[in-house]
């Protein structure tokens, strides 16, 4: 059964979602961090980064 019917429209409702008044708890935890805690974190995640795109990573040599 085929179903025509003329005149028949449809109204398309688009949205606006304002993400940026939306609090991020994750945010507030950052800003909790001291420098040296923001440091280590940042780095941590960029070893985890490298692993995933090199998964046999070079030893690091020792220069202290």
Known sequence: MANN???RR???VQRYLNFVDLPIPEAQVWETL???QQAA???VLARLIAQTTDPHPRQEEDHD
């Open 5 to 7: 019917l003329p005149g």
């Open 10 to 12: 449809t109204t398309i």
């Open 34 to 36: 001291e420098n040296e």
């Open 41 to 43: 974190a940042i780095e």
